[in-house]
């Protein structure tokens, strides 16, 4: 049996990038046979960059809410919420004692987040968590836990899974054989979706699409991507293009082909968006009506979450306990 494991941060609205890049590969892995998979509402890690309970709850329930209206099934998938799991800040802390502050001072979030307060002329540790910090540890342990081997995620995340490879590596080694190595699975198509802006699509930086916004919504927002100065008949480079690059994360082979031919020949801006919004608009419109039901349900989430971490703890209960005795913190009797 394979194991697949990926999970989302609750903060902010789930956008277009957060589906490409997890949860439609996560689904569609979902579906193979001889695999079980492991999805989750990252709200642990929601705390390292949110203040804001309600923002959390919103965000946890959009986030649910977008995994079952894409069809999620939940009696295979075994889906939850992080904090329902009280194994794995505990093999968090363990992980701490075993993990190298060198590799954590390489990792990418705090790095940037030390660049950033040296431009601005600021103390390199403004501002910045411990939670920041160890953010990769408690990434270790939402993985290792499940000795998940496929890791589901976007271009933006493979440090991280090679930091919970390098960690398990070093626990087995100072330990016993405990963990499994899990390995990073990304995306060909659109690994990192660019966001209205041409920057990465993310919420930190404001330029999202969110998935389920109303039809008219999502018309705009797609007419707010940025484009260059060509005319209409100018041939349009398709590198570097967001708009291409989502046309080509949502259509298949022969209509990306078709797109790719309609830059050249010089296609429009204005209807290349209007091309792009029917074409993500339809991939979408399915799923709206039912994630509209759900998030006017949420009692309905929460326990379809109780159930998911009901079944998550038959397998992080023994393993916590394998850890404790590896370690030497477990009964004496
Ligand atoms: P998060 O919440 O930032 O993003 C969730 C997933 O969406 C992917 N993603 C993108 N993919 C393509 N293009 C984009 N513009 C884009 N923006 C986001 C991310 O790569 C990610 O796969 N730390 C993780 C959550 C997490 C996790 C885990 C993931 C916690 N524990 C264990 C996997 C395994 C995060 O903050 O992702």
Redesign the pocket.
């Known amino acids: 049996e394979q194991r697949v494991?990926?999970?989302?941060?609750t903060?902010g609205t789930p956008?277009l990038?957060?589906y490409?890049?997890?949860i439609r590969p996560a689904i569609a892995a979902a579906t193979q046979p001889d695999q079980q998979s492991f999805f989750?509402l990252?709200d642990y890690?929601a705390l390292i960059k949110c203040q804001d309970p309600e923002q959390i709850r919103r965000s946890s329930l959009e986030i649910a809410a977008t995994w079952l209206a894409f069809g999620l099934d939940t009696d295979r998938a075994i889906f939850y919420r992080?904090s329902d799991i009280p194994e794995i800040p505990e093999l968090t802390w363990i992980l701490n004692c075993s993990a190298a502050k060198g590799l954590m001072n390489r990792a990418h979030a705090y790095k940037a987040a030390v660049q950033a307060n040296e431009e601005a002329g600021e103390d390199p540790d403004f501002g910045i968590t411990m939670g920041l910090f160890c953010?990769p540890v408690?990434?270790a342990a939402?993985?290792l836990m499940f000795g998940a081997q496929r890791?589901?995620?976007?271009?933006?995340?493979i440090q991280?899974?090679e930091m919970a490879r390098d960690i398990a590596q070093r626990f087995n080694h100072n330990f016993a054989d405990v963990f499994t190595l899990p390995e990073a699975v990304v995306e060909d198509n659109?690994?990192?979706?660019?966001?209205l802006d041409g920057r990465?699509?993310?919420?930190s930086y404001n330029n999202t699409i969110p998935l389920f916004e109303s039809e008219k919504k999502l018309r705009k927002s797609i007419n707010r991507i940025k484009t260059n100065l060509l005319e209409p008949g100018e041939p349009k480079a398709t590198d570097n293009s967001t708009l291409f690059q989502i046309w080509a994360a949502f259509a298949d082979d022969s209509e990306t082909s078709r797109m790719r031919q309609a830059f050249a020949d010089g296609i429009a801006w204005g209807e290349a968006k209007k091309q792009l919004f029917e074409l993500v608009n339809d991939h979408l419109a399915p799923a709206r009506g039912y994630y509209m039901e759900l998030m006017d349900d949420p009692g309905h989430i929460e326990s379809v979450l109780q159930k998911g971490a009901q079944r998550a703890r038959e397998y992080s209960v023994p393993l916590m306990q394998r850890v404790r005795d590896a370690v030497g913190i477990s009964s004496m009797g």
């Open positions: 494991l990926t999970g989302i941060t903060t956008h990038g957060n490409v890049g997890a989750f990252a890690h992080q953010y408690l990434m939402d993985i890791i589901p995620v976007g271009r933006d995340q991280h899974v659109g690994a990192v979706l660019q966001g990465k699509m993310s919420k």
